[in-house]
């Protein structure tokens, strides 16, 4: 089978599991969206009414496969809650959850690679260690913690940055990107240690081979030797890591824009599950799922512009 | 041969740390290579050979756990002493080094063509274009077809045999005085291996230039090499001019080395005759001749004292019962 054939076949695998299994725990979900949308109040009759209305008194299958079949023309439905198509609020809340991942990437990247540059210099020598401890320190630290003491940090004692709230980019690139930096490097700070360790050992294990050797008779100097010739060929794990992390970033960023009031994705799924809005939940976990696989097939192409042997068996033979 | 030797090493040294105790891998080894001369290194894997040679370019060093000593001299300077910048440029502009395993030595990720040209930058100041079509040139010269496609490539997609034409390109792009061959032919097919000595040879006789030729195997550096030294256990036991050494061992094990090679004078289905016993764990060396346990001369005296080198003119020995020597009657012709 040819490759993208291969792709394509196990985005719709990922996805049908994904979202029947999102359709089946929501639905054990105690509660319920009617009792939501009329109130403690209302009638078991009038509960009644509203779910036939809904269509949620028909058998759970039977609604899932209703769901999927327009889903899959493009139709993720509408918010049993409010009536807003849910496409629409994806696509309305997107922006915001993509400069978060991106920014967060960014900021990941930019510590990773430079500290696990500068360890391999001298393995075992003082910063080595101390980016260690400082990466197994980051990594035991879980994000919603990371965000309080970011905001105690930079906004209450020192007033340099707003604690919660978004501001859009047209209304200010400045103000946009500021009220970005805490959740991004909430996210990022601890993002980089995995990537750090991770690129560490791997460029460990390529300064051992005989092309090092052969760079360092050349008279290049060692961060030459490092940059031009141990860099790329080490970053295979890194780019599978990064690609696999885009999952716990999305998880990740549910909880950090919970934090600071970003209006995103995950914003959006954690008010659909608290609403039992079950539409909305289905809608968004549906495309962030889409949105993982996607990410990693992006990464799996990667693998070929870094490696010509990657390219020479995928697309030759 | 006029004026100071190319190279000059003096009692060099490499000792590692093992989780087994101090190891000394090359234990005071001396030599001078002339310009244009070859110099075959000879060994068993394990003899210190490579290290000796990678100890003296910097390769194996404190970066790499070891402790290095003794004198090397390149053009009558101290490449220990230099400032690591200038010992950068040395190695870049007069030392090539063409490594065993040309799988494993060439970056996988980087165009032929660039590899052969990125010394030539740094080194020899050539533009990026310059360094190109140069490259070209060199991948012709060591007789790669279709050297401006070639040039675009990367290693995985040629054979074993062009790798290491590609190497050889990298050794001499910088038109090196000093070319290290470190067992150039021991991962390619018999078929090649003659055609890559036989390149190396042409290019080291057209350009002038010294060569360390290492291998575990004598037939090749029968043909070649002008002197040869054997070593043993991390040292020198035997050092002399090719011819001699082949008519003549004077050491016993370069003598078994000697008749362990199949000879196309024999019979067939001779035994090869193998030097019994294994080398020696070099973690637990004993006070006396590292061979004395595999020697069929040994005598006690060789189990305690180690044998210092004996010089006759230019061939030395380390060794009590020298063969065809009369040395207090317990040498003598040998058989």
């Known amino acids: 089978m040819p490759w993208i054939v291969r792709q394509l076949v196990r ?20 509660g319920d969206v009617a009792i939501v949308i009329l109130g403690n109040l209302a009638t078991p009759q009038d509960i009644a009414g509203l779910r036939a209305d809904l269509g949620l008194d028909r058998p759970m299958l039977v609604r899932y496969f209703d769901w999927l079949g327009s889903a899959l023309s493009g139709d993720l439905g509408r918010s049993y809650r409010n009536g807003e198509p849910v496409a629409q609020a994806i696509i309305d809340r997107l922006p915001v959850s993509l400069q978060l991942m991106v920014m967060a990437q960014v900021i990941a990247l930019g510590i990773a690679i430079p500290v696990a540059l500068l360890s391999v210099r001298k393995p075992g020598g003082i910063f080595d260690r101390i980016s260690a401890s400082a990466a197994f320190g980051f990594l035991a630290m879980p994000n919603f913690m990371l965000g309080i003491v970011l905001i105690y940090l930079f906004s209450v004692s020192f007033d340099l940055l707003p604690a919660t709230g978004f501001t859009p980019m047209s209304e200010g690139l400045w103000d946009n990107f500021e009220s970005m930096i805490l959740p991004s490097l909430t996210l990022g700070l601890i993002e980089w240690t995995v990537l750090m360790r991770v690129l560490r050992s791997d460029l460990l294990t390529t300064l051992k081979e005989d092309f090092i050797l052969l760079a360092r008779v050349k ?45 995103g994705v995950g914003r959006l799924l954690l008010g659909g599950i608290f609403n039992r809005d079950l539409i909305l939940v289905q809608g968004t976990v549906a495309f962030i799922a889409v949105g993982f696989v996607v990410i990693n097939f992006l990464v799996d192409m990667l693998y070929a512009v870094l490696d010509p042997r990657v390219r020479h068996v995928r697309f030759r033979s | 041969m006029s004026g100071a030797p190319l190279l000059s090493v003096r009692e060099a040294r490499v000792g590692f740390f093992t989780a087994r105790g101090p190891l000394r891998a090359v234990d005071g080894v001396s030599f001078d290579l002339e310009k244009g001369q070859t110099l075959g290194i000879v060994g068993e894997s394990g003899s210190g050979k490579s290290v000796l040679v990678r100890s003296l370019i910097g390769l194996v060093g404190e970066s790499s756990g070891a402790e290095v000593g003794g004198q090397v001299l390149f053009e009558g300077r101290d490449l ?16 090539g080094v063409v490594f065993q395993d040309p799988m494993t030595s060439l970056n996988p990720v980087m165009k032929i063509g660039h ?27 060591v007789g790669i077809p279709e050297a401006e496609r070639r040039a675009g490539q990367y290693p995985h997609e040629l054979s074993g045999g062009m790798r290491q034409r590609v190497a050889i390109a990298i050794a001499i792009a910088c038109a090196p005085k000093l070319l290290i061959a470190d067992e150039p032919t021991t991962a390619l097919d018999v078929t090649v ?72 004078t024999d019979p067939t289905h001779t035994r090869l005759s193998a030097i019994p016993g294994r080398p020696p764990d070099l973690a637990r060396r004993s006070g006396g001749c590292a061979f004395a346990p595999r020697c069929r001369y040994r005598t006690d005296r060789c189990d305690e004292e180690q044998p210092m080198q004996t010089w006759e003119g230019a061939r030395g020995y380390a060794c009590f019962h020298p063969r065809g020597v009369d040395v207090g009657g317990s040498g003598g012709a040998a058989e």
């Open chain 1, 11 to 30: 985005l719709v695998v990922v996805l049908f599991c994904v979202t029947l299994l999102t359709y089946m725990i929501v639905n054990i979900l105690p």
């Open chain 2, 115 to 141: 590899q052969i040209g990125e010394g030539l930058r740094l080194n020899r100041g050539l533009d990026a274009r310059a360094a190109a079509a140069r490259a070209v040139e060199l991948l012709t010269e």
């Open chain 1, 219 to 263: 008279g290049l100097s060692p961060w030459r030797v490092l940059l031009r010739h141990a860099l790329r060929p080490s970053s295979f794990t890194l780019i599978t890591i990064l690609g696999l992390n885009i999952g716990g970033l999305i998880g990740g960023a549910v909880i950090v824009e919970q934090i600071f009031a970003l209006p």
């Open chain 2, 193 to 264: 291996q003659r055609q890559i000595l036989d390149l190396l040879q042409r290019e080291q006789r057209e350009r002038g230039m010294a060569m360390i030729l290492i291998t575990h195997d004598l037939g090749v550096a029968a043909g070649r090499a002008d002197d040869i030294m054997v070593m043993y256990a991390g040292r020198a036991v035997e050092t002399a001019k090719t011819r001699e050494l082949f008519r003549s061992p004077r050491m016993p094990y370069t003598e078994a080395l000697l008749r362990s090679l199949p000879r196309l």
């Open chain 2, 80 to 95: 220990r002493a230099l400032p690591a910048r200038e010992f950068r440029g040395v190695l870049g502009r007069d030392i």
